[in-house]
């Protein structure tokens, strides 16, 4: 099992530039779904869109929908970076125009992993909307941020998330009868998981308060960071409803321990989070330090990293979210002790990993079916 894993670490990369091409030569297919109708076509995709749905430059934005035969439905929020300030504005480290929504949509939707349409899963059926993340705000913004590019010129960046998520929402319950749902499970990678955190309770709150089977996976979104609250109310000015429950510096645990303490046991939270998460430590480590998000990343971000994980399982826990921490998967095959950013867009999703006997995929449905367990906690101690 050790050699299958380092084997998957090796092919990653090789597997995402392929699903990229892939991407790349079906992307005319992407933009051209249809429109999303009255009463949709069972497992045929749509898009989602309105004038006032816009990217972080103002140009157009649209989230995607596909309906399912089972009254079940998945709400996926893309990831792709953070912009917090001007300086984070000026680098672009998040997806910006229309086309990149819809390669990543197209890579998440096609590349393997847990949206995807693969022989087995258990979601194959379930009706799916994706957002592809374009805004920079965790999907949770209504702000313009006005800032100086690198040429002087001043620009505007649209922290137009929360906006976007809402219309496209209320279009979707409006058009394609599922409000009745049984099963709800909102997820998310990354950027997309802050998002879930984020925005879960406004999900269960608006348009599935109904919803007998409530659930909640965040994918590698852990980012210890004192800013978080500020950020929300004066840079992405997300509602208030929402950056009222960012009270410490870690924005995922905040949300996840609001939806515990209103949901008690009738919702499902998890987590999941590679050990020394390579994208997560160099954002942690800029972020705590006022530094550039391209700044490198070493052996030792990882390490403040694994602390990190190892600090906030207990309070996890405590707000009664099911675990599973994992490791054996390289950090885009990166040689310095990093590991896997990620891993329900990938196929690594449905496999069981030796340490824990167990797959993320197989543990989401535990989960989902009302028996939740922990795997992996103790790889937070392991020496790399």
């Known amino acids: 099992m050790k050699k299958a894993f380092k084997k998957i670490g090796k092919i990653l990369g090789i597997l995402l530039v392929i699903a990229l091409i892939v991407a790349g030569c079906v992307i005319k297919f992407v933009v051209n779904y249809p429109e999303i109708k009255e009463n949709p076509t069972v497992g045929k995709w749509y898009r989602v869109s309105d004038k006032a749905m816009k990217d972080s430059e103002g140009n157009s934005y649209h989230a995607l929908f596909k309906k399912g035969s089972d009254n079940k439905v998945m709400i996926y929020f893309a990831g792709g970076g953070v912009s917090v300030d001007e300086i984070s504005a000026r680098e672009d480290t998040y997806n910006t125009k229309e086309v990149w929504p819809d390669y990543l949509a197209n890579v998440t939707m096609n590349m393997g992993g847990l949206a995807s349409d693969v022989e087995g899963s258990p979601f194959k059926d379930w009706t799916l909307i994706l957002f592809p993340y374009a805004t920079g705000d965790f999907h949770s913004g209504t702000g313009e941020f006005h800032y100086i590019d690198t040429d002087g ?78 950020v929300a109310e004066n840079v992405w000015v997300t509602p208030k409803e929402i950056s009222d429950k960012l009270t410490t510096d870690n924005l995922t645990l905040d949300c ?6 209103k949901y008690g046991d009738g919702i499902h939270l998890m987590f999941d989070c590679s050990t020394r998460d390579g994208d997560l430590a160099k954002v942690q480590h800029s972020l705590q330090n006022g530094l550039s998000m391209q700044n490198d990343v070493d052996e030792s971000q990882g390490d403040e990293f694994q602390e990190t994980l190892k600090r906030n399982i207990p309070l996890f826990q405590e707000a009664g979210v099911s675990l599973f921490i994992f490791d054996g998967v390289a950090w885009y095959d990166d040689p310095r002790n990093l590991t896997a950013h990620t891993i329900i867009s990938t196929p690594v999703v449905w496999l069981p990993f030796e340490e824990q006997g167990q797959s993320v995929s197989e543990w989401l449905m535990e989960n989902i079916n009302g028996n939740p367990k922990d795997y992996g906690l103790d790889l937070v101690n392991k020496q790399y």
Request: charge should be negative; hydrophobic fraction near 40%.
């Open 256 to 261: 996840l321990r609001s939806l515990h303490e």
């Open 153 to 230: 010129k001043e620009k505007i960046l649209y922290h137009n998330g929360y906006n976007n998520y809402t219309l496209a929402m209320q279009e979707i319950m409006e058009k394609a009868g599922i409000e009745n749902a049984d099963t709800v499970l909102v997820t998310g990678y990354s950027a997309g998981g802050f998002a879930t955190a984020l925005l879960s309770d406004d999900i269960f709150t608006n348009y599935f308060p109904d919803a007998q089977n409530k659930n909640v996976l965040v994918d590698a979104s852990l980012i210890e960071y004192d800013g978080w609250k500020n």
